[in-house]
């Protein structure tokens, strides 16, 4: 039997990963700096093979006892965080950003479980394309993805990746944007904003809107609609999508009909409840989110500047938001905080919290199930923000 398999463009070690499950030679790109991805194929990157019937994600195992930190802990998940704990890279926070760059990444750890359980890639019949554009004091760069054989004017997602600001680019999250142009059938942009320390507060923050701006006087020249547009974050993507929205109100440029904020950065408060709990959390803990702070701002008092500390920044007359978090994530505080603001601030708000997953889950719905569940659920939302 032949099927499609879809590729996630990830790190070279992620790479190995997919050719001992596929089975066929691709091209795979190293870990890269968010400007060095000029490597987009302009043409259909679905590969055909033979499948063999592998296995589940109810087959998966972890190997050791659940964490400290996490009794509630799912298993594909545990299995994940065993599999990133084995690659003994070095935390983060004891490394520069050049250097952090280069560990492997969750993403890493979801190929390299599912080769190892041999689950097969989920079809995704997506095609992609690259596209530099001028911001201001430069010049970043987007990946387009195209659900393949749609035709009319489709809704078009603006996709802004986490990594706190300072680490991983856009072929990291390519499993999230690819599902949501799959099976949201919409043109999705994303972002390959400039990166700290390099470019520190608030570039990320305007290359996204500078980015948001473009697509909407370009949506038309890529087969999408210009009056449907949305904006979907994870992490510091997350808080970067809020932004736009923000900054769409403010300069008067036409809003997006729906914000959708993953495990957002929404708080310069870091002894929340879930800080607190969840200090010593992987993939994320404390450390790292200090770490992170500290390499995109410029000081310590910007951290309260209201474009990062969201939950003081003037939230009335945005567009509807769904907020999504992670049970075990440090993060967690802030997406309910936010949300909280968000209702005063009189915009309409749903929120989900995904119990047994840690922050990152996101984008894992090939073998995470409450991954899978978060996923169908921003897929809902957005399908009903564009009138689908």
Not at 118 to 124: D, E, R, S, Y
Not at 220 to 248: C, F, Q, R, Y
Not at 279 to 307: G, H, Q, S, V
Request: charged share 20%; net charge positive; with cysteine.
């Amino acid at each position: 039997m032949k099927t499609s398999l879809q590729f996630i463009k990830a790190p070279v070690k992620s790479c190995l990963a997919m050719l001992a499950l596929a089975s066929v030679v691709a091209a795979c790109n190293g870990p890269s700096k968010s400007t060095d991805t000029a490597t987009d194929s302009t043409t259909t990157i679905t590969k055909t093979i033979d499948t063999v019937k592998g296995g589940t994600p109810d087959s998966v195992k972890p190997k050791g006892p659940k964490p400290v930190w996490a009794p509630d802990i799912n298993p594909q998940m545990q299995a994940v965080l065993e599999k990133l704990a084995s690659y003994h890279d070095k935390p983060i926070p004891q490394l520069t950003a050049a250097e952090a760059r280069q560990n492997h990444t969750a993403t890493d750890a979801v190929m390299d479980v599912m080769k190892d359980y041999k689950i097969p890639m989920p079809v995704m019949k997506v095609d992609t394309m690259g596209k530099d554009i001028p911001v201001t004091g430069g010049n970043i760069h987007l990946r387009v993805y195209t659900p393949q054989g749609a035709t009319g004017a489709l809704p078009v997602i603006v996709y802004y990746h986490g990594g706190g600001f300072v680490i991983a680019n856009i072929d990291v999250y390519d499993a999230s944007a690819k599902t949501l142009a799959d099976q949201v059938g919409a043109v999705v942009v994303s972002v390959a904003y400039r990166l700290a320390p390099e470019h520190k507060f608030p570039t990320a923050h305007n290359d996204s809107f500078e980015a948001y701006q473009w697509v909407v006087k370009n949506a038309a020249s890529m087969n999408g609609d210009p009056k449907m547009i949305a904006v979907v974050g994870e992490s510091a993507g997350g808080n970067l999508a809020t932004n736009v929205a923000i900054m769409a109100r403010d300069k008067k440029v036409q809003a997006p009909v729906q914000v959708v904020s993953v495990y957002p950065i929404a708080s310069a408060n870091m002894f929340s409840t879930s800080y607190n709990k969840y200090i010593e959390a992987k993939p994320l803990d404390k450390a790292m989110m200090m770490w992170f702070t500290d390499k995109y701002t410029n000081n310590a008092a910007e951290a309260k500047d209201p474009r990062l500390n969201l939950v003081a920044a003037n939230l009335k007359g945005l567009p509807p938001f769904t907020i999504i978090n992670a049970e075990l994530d440090p993060l967690l505080s802030d997406g309910e905080a936010l949300a909280g603001k968000l209702k005063a601030a009189g915009v309409s708000v749903d929120r989900k919290v995904y119990n047994g997953v840690t922050h990152e889950f996101f984008g894992m719905g090939a073998l995470v199930p409450q991954a899978k569940e978060a996923e169908g659920y921003a897929v809902s939302q957005l399908k009903s923000a564009f009138g689908k």
